[in-house]
């Protein structure tokens, strides 16, 4: 998702909240995400490093885990 042409431009929250690459997601969740893995919603997903990427890949599994587990 995060290789894909045409993303150069977009903050990391516009890429997760755009065309609902995530069924879902909402903009409460969006913020549980990027604060669990110290993102900061306005960086250029072209400035990610490998271990944000990995710390946001973690963050979507555990906040959409703790959604299920919570019964939304």
Known sequence: MISAKGIEKLSVKALLATEQRIPGLGN???QD???NARIHP???VTTLTDNEKE???YSIKATLQEMVDKGG
């Open 55 to 57: 710390q946001l890949f």
């Open 42 to 44: 306005k960086k250029k």
């Open 33 to 35: 995400i990027l604060f």
């Open 28 to 30: 409460g969740s969006l």
